[in-house]
Nanobody, 119 residues
């Protein structure tokens, strides 16, 4: 129901734009978010966006990552600039069920897309 794309292998300093597509029923009126899971780490919050495009971004990526959505296309985006090796992770999009930034607040998840940043 959620499908990410746009990951890949890039060098430090490069940019990537992740996309997440879904059905209208999955997307419509919901707050959506991006999470990532780095090797050996727990899944962590990256950014979230409401239906009306209010956003929140984790401190570790603020100023480098931008979340956006196109409600007419049922698509969520994560523009990632100035990538660092520590951004290497599997990135997931998810639909929020209840308020909060914990993974447990989200009820639908994509399968993830791998982002690898080399130094």
């Amino acid at each position: 129901q959620l499908k990410e794309s746009g990951g890949g292998l890039v060098q430090a300093g490069a940019s990537l734009n992740l996309s997440c597509t879904s059905s209208e029923d999955t997307f419509n009126r919901y707050t959506l978010g991006w999470f990532r899971q780095r090797p050996g780490k727990e899944r962590e919050f990256v950014a979230t966006i409401t239906w009306s495009s209010g956003t929140a971004v984790a401190g570790s990526v603020r100023g480098r990552f931008t979340i956006s959505r196109d409600n007419t296309k049922n698509t969520l985006y994560l523009q990632m600039n100035s990538l660092k090796p520590e951004d290497t992770a599997v990135y997931y999009c998810a639909r929020r069920r209840v308020p909060g930034q914990r993974p447990s607040a989200y009820d639908l998840w994509g399968q993830g897309t791998q982002v690898t940043v080399s130094s």
